[in-house]
């Protein structure tokens, strides 16, 4: 009896350092596992880098393309640009046709 006494005693004191080895084991495991892991921040990070440059780029051509198409809204039409578009968009020239606009 005296022997299951030292034991049940021994269990008592040390369940706390046996219950931090558990929560410490616990979060390590899920620090390298799982959908919140280390590997899949570095993924987000990653996605994040990609999206970064999929949005700059389409930036850009957003800017492009309202750079173009202010010239043709407003009370100022630039000729030249209404005349490009027209030929493009009604085909009156061919993709190996150069234009040369005299005016």
């Not at 410490?24 to 921040?41: E, M």
């Amino acid at each position: 009896m005296d022997r299951v006494g030292h034991i049940i005693f021994g269990l008592k004191r040390n369940w706390l350092a046996g219950f931090s080895l558990f929560l410490v084991a616990y979060f390590t495991y899920h620090a390298f596992q799982g959908d919140n892991s280390i590997h899949a921040l570095r993924a987000l990070q990653q996605q994040k880098i990609e999206l970064t440059e999929t949005a700059a780029s389409i930036r850009a051509d957003h800017d492009y393309l309202v750079l173009k198409t202010s010239s043709l809204v407003g009370r100022t039409v630039d000729p030249d640009m209404l005349e490009e578009q027209v030929r493009h968009r009604l085909g009156f020239s061919h993709p190996d046709e150069v234009i040369i606009l005299l005016n």
